[in-house]
């Protein structure tokens, strides 16, 4: 899908009347065109303030940029969110896209993981990292024995003894839970495609939260996830209207891909309320008729006045713009370190398509020394991806194992995944094209504490009612993570 641009004058809206609140978004992503959007809905609703959006790009979206090359729709970052997750899909359909709203083909979904180069396929049956039917973990080649037996000794483990401030790394979780093997061929390849990170640093209490919980509650994971399954269960038969019916799928996109979702986004906002190109240089605060206000300075002069602010940038970014406001505040932020990431995308023809496995696709344990952490074959995944009996790959790069893969050249990107697809799936024939997209410092790393982080960001913002912030470097990183904390900065700096 082609950029939304807005070729805008670099001057400030004007106050229609000195009673209107000026609320300013800063970040043109998903989180923050979620913000803009909200605050539009409320100023049309009869709020008296006048919202508008700063964005340094040319394009609006973020990581969330689709293109469609003859018949193949192309995802340059996410490509779909949790259905179990319903902010999005609730989004998309208050934005009059519901029809378009597609799930994934789970009844062709087999994932894989490359073991002692050859691949195999992750057991049928679990949830993330917790075994829901016994054969295929009895079965499967990715564990070892010990393995086997760690994960049956498991149901029988008792809740753990620990205060409210505890955490613990991803790495020390799952080997407590089922051992290292499955923490090394299944649990870290899992999350590494999901958020780039070292499961030695990320936090099991945020990262992991509902297992946490279920740890807290069970003791054993694998007691508390039936648990659970029994309890939804037993809710949809107490509704009078419960008919059985088949699980929803576990992705949901657009047919025509996400960037639709933001170019709608965009459609629903004011365009002289939307300033494009223009990269913050500082914020500032002063006074205005008697009240404190801040002054948003950018590079090349333009400059703009709002009462209240709602940052839906990358917390790096937001630490210096808070520098000078809240020195602690801006710390805190600063202490959230990030990832970068690659995808390539690349179309064939049916000659490849018909020799690729059946399934989404494929996951790199680390143990394999090999630069790519994953290959989603795309075609199987959803319709309307490729045309009829043609593949559309997409591979992953980057992350905390190996961020300086940003720095090649396109050629040498090519290079190296068509080799490593060469090796792991036999594949030597030439892409019909490719796309490389690079996204450095795109990815939040919920580091062990991230929770108290969290907490002092909270305690900081009670000094400044009239600033929110929205992201994926707080309480989760997917779409309808960033839809829901966009609402919530929007709410925040309405009620204050």
Request: net charge positive; aromatic share 6%.
């Amino acid at each position: 899908m082609a950029a939304y641009t807005f070729n805008l004058s670099r001057n400030c809206l004007t106050n229609s009347s000195s009673t209107r609140r000026r609320i300013a978004v800063l970040g043109g992503g998903v989180s923050g065109l979620t913000a803009a959007y909200t605050l539009a809905r409320a100023r049309q609703a009869g709020a008296p303030i006048d919202e508008f959006l700063v964005e340094a790009k040319d394009r609006l979206g973020g990581v969330v940029q689709t293109e469609h090359v003859n018949g193949f729709v192309i995802e340059a970052g996410p490509d779909s969110f949790l259905t179990e997750k319903p902010e999005a899909a609730a989004l998309c359909r208050e934005l009059g896209l519901g029809e378009s709203l597609i799930g994934s083909n789970d009844h062709r979904r087999r994932t894989y993981v490359l073991h002692h180069g050859k691949l195999v396929p992750l057991p049928d049956g679990l949830m993330l990292l917790v075994p829901r039917k016994i054969w295929p973990i009895v079965r499967t080649r990715l564990l070892p024995l010990t393995s086997k037996l760690a994960m049956a000794s498991e149901r029988f483990m008792s809740p753990p003894a620990r205060d409210g401030a505890a955490d613990e790394s991803v790495e020390s979780f799952v080997t407590r839970h089922f051992g290292s093997s499955m923490l090394e061929n299944i649990a870290d390849p899992l999350l590494a495609g999901v958020y780039g990170g070292d499961s030695a640093l990320l936090s099991a209490r945020s990262v992991l939260n509902r297992f946490w919980q279920m740890e807290e509650n069970y003791g054993s994971l694998a007691r508390g996830v039936l648990a659970a399954r029994r309890k939804r269960q037993a809710a949809r038969r107490k509704d009078p209207n419960f008919r059985p019916a088949a699980d929803p799928p576990l992705f949901t996109t657009l047919k025509n891909g996400l960037g639709e979702m933001a170019a709608t986004l965009a459609k629903n906002l004011d365009r002289d309320r939307v300033f494009m190109r223009q990269r913050i240089e500082a914020i500032e605060t002063e006074q205005a008729d008697g009240q404190p206000v801040y002054r948003i300075r950018c590079e090349g002069g333009a400059s703009h006045i709002a009462h209240a602010l709602v940052l839906a940038l990358p917390t790096f970014e937001c630490a210096r713009l808070l520098a000078t406001l809240d020195a602690p505040l801006a710390r805190t932020l600063a202490a959230i370190s990030y990832t970068s990431a690659m995808t390539v995308a690349l179309g064939y023809d049916s000659q490849v398509a018909s020799r690729l496995p059946a399934g989404f696709g494929y996951l790199v344990p680390k143990k394999e020394n090999r630069r790519l952490l994953a290959c989603t074959f795309v075609h199987n995944k959803f319709d309307h991806r490729a045309p009829p009996r043609h593949a559309l790959l997409r591979c992953f790069l980057g992350g905390a194992r190996d961020g300086g893969v940003l720095n090649l050249s396109d050629d040498e990107v090519l290079s190296l995944v068509e080799e490593e697809l060469r090796t792991v799936l036999s594949l030597s024939a030439e892409p019909l094209f490719h796309r490389i997209h690079r996204w450095p410092s795109s990815m939040a790393q919920y580091h062990v504490g991230h929770w108290k982080i969290l907490s002092q960001i909270e305690a900081r913002l009670k000094d400044h009612p009239s600033l929110a912030l929205a992201g994926n470097a707080y309480s989760g990183i997917g779409i309808s993570d960033c839809v829901r904390t966009g609402r919530a900065a929007a709410e925040r700096v309405l009620k204050s």
